[in-house]
């Protein structure tokens, strides 16, 4: 299966963006599509995760009540909606798809990264 995010941009900060991730080749594989995302000078975290089958939903606790992750399972597509964006939001976003969930360890396949640049 391969992933391709897209949805980044440059946003001032309150704003909203809404990333999606698309998988072709098959649907997607793996118990969990999750989002990480990994700003300059630091390491890939994780941001919030699915699980493809039933929706049980798991968001880095920061992000919660502001971020909001979904998956449309005829489409084979992933969604992951931002709102109230903040500076510190910047980074380069991934989806990836495996079986783990907070850890991108438990990952197997990883998206390219789309760019989310937040500006004060």
């Known amino acids: 299966v391969q992933l391709q995010a897209s949805g980044g941009g440059q946003v001032q900060a309150g704003g909203s963006l809404r990333l999606s991730c698309a998988a072709t080749?098959?649907?997607?594989?793996?118990?969990?599509l999750g989002w990480f995302r990994q700003a300059p000078g630091k390491e890939r975290e994780f941001v919030a995760a699915?699980?493809?089958?039933?929706?049980?939903?798991y968001y880095k606790d920061s992000l919660m009540g502001r971020f909001t992750v979904s998956t449309d399972n005829t489409s084979n597509m992933g969604f992951l909606q931002m709102n109230n964006l903040k500076p510190e939001d910047t980074a380069v976003y991934y989806c990836?798809?495996?079986?783990?969930?907070?850890?991108?360890?438990?990952?197997?396949?990883w998206g390219q990264g789309t760019l989310v640049t937040v500006s004060s």
């Open positions: 699915i699980i493809w089958s039933d929706g049980r939903t």
């Open positions: 990836a798809t495996g079986g783990g969930i907070y850890s991108p360890l438990g990952y197997k396949s």
């Open positions: 080749g098959r649907a997607f594989s793996g118990y969990v």
